[in-house]
């Protein structure tokens, strides 16, 4: 069983991992890449949940950060349902993020009778 304390200090172990491996992305991209795998890491062995915008920001499979264009294609597909389709071009992995429509709200104006 892992403890309340335990769990806030891997998640903060991770919000700086990823913060210095998107720092260290450009330029070194192997320490970058070592360190989105170490948070990772400690998400899966605290069973904490890595926070939505750095588990979108790396490959699950090999750990590439996407932080340079040359790293990744992304594409938005209408096929069964709207969805974004992140590609990974150092291994090939393919991450799908479902995407909502936003429901048109009409708004008339009231009509003023005289």
Not at 102 to 107: D, E, L, N, Q, T
Request: charged share 35%; aromatic share 8%; hydrophobic share 40%.
């Amino acid at each position: 069983m892992v403890s309340r304390e335990l769990k806030k200090i891997a998640l903060d172990r991770v919000c700086r991992l990823m913060d210095f491996a998107r720092k260290h992305a450009i330029e070194k991209p192997e320490i970058a890449r070592e360190a989105a795998l170490l948070a990772m890491r400690i998400a899966q062995k605290a069973r904490v949940r890595m926070p939505r915008k750095y588990k979108r920001m790396f490959c699950k499979k090999c750990g590439t950060l996407f932080w340079t264009p040359y790293s990744f294609t992304v594409r938005i597909r209408d096929r069964r349902s709207t969805h974004i389709v992140i590609k990974c071009l150092k291994c090939g992995y393919i991450k799908r993020i479902p995407v909502k429509k936003r429901s048109r709200s009409i708004y008339r104006a009231p009509t003023q009778k005289t």
